[in-house]
């Protein structure tokens, strides 16, 4: 069983910079990819980022390109979101997510694995 725990959130001013981590432990860690959700109240779950594990390609939401950049490093099983020049409208609770088969990284629904989830609060 594959366990992810989030880290590295908390509160950022408007432009600032912050880095989120997610962990992975379990007996064999080989994912097809790895991504980046946020959820506010009372919405669905959007995808931010997401990245290939063995390649590491990545992909990056229209509204955080530019800004935020997934990586992974592949002998620490930890995948990270460097957020650089947030905004306020990016404090949500911020959750990492691994597929184990080939295909979409934005949809929520093609994911065996979560975090349990950080809170991210851009604020002055």
């Not at 490093?73 to 650089?84: E, F, G, P, V």
Request: charged share 20%; with cysteine.
């Amino acid at each position: 069983q594959v366990q992810l725990v989030e880290s590295g959130g908390g509160l950022v001013q408007p432009g600032g910079s912050l880095r989120l981590s997610c962990a992975a432990s379990g007996r064999t860690f080989t994912p097809y990819g790895m991504g980046w959700f946020r959820q506010a109240p009372g919405k669905e779950r959007e995808f931010v980022a997401g990245i290939t594990w063995t390649f590491g390609s990545t992909i990056h939401a229209d509204s955080v390109k530019g800004r935020f950049t997934v990586s992974r490093d592949r002998a620490k099983n930890t995948m990270y979101l460097q957020m650089n020049s947030p905004k306020p409208e990016d404090t949500d609770v911020y959750y990492c997510a691994a597929r184990k088969r080939s295909g979409n990284l934005h949809t929520p629904d093609n994911y065996d694995y979560w975090g349990q989830g950080t809170q991210v609060t851009v604020s002055s």
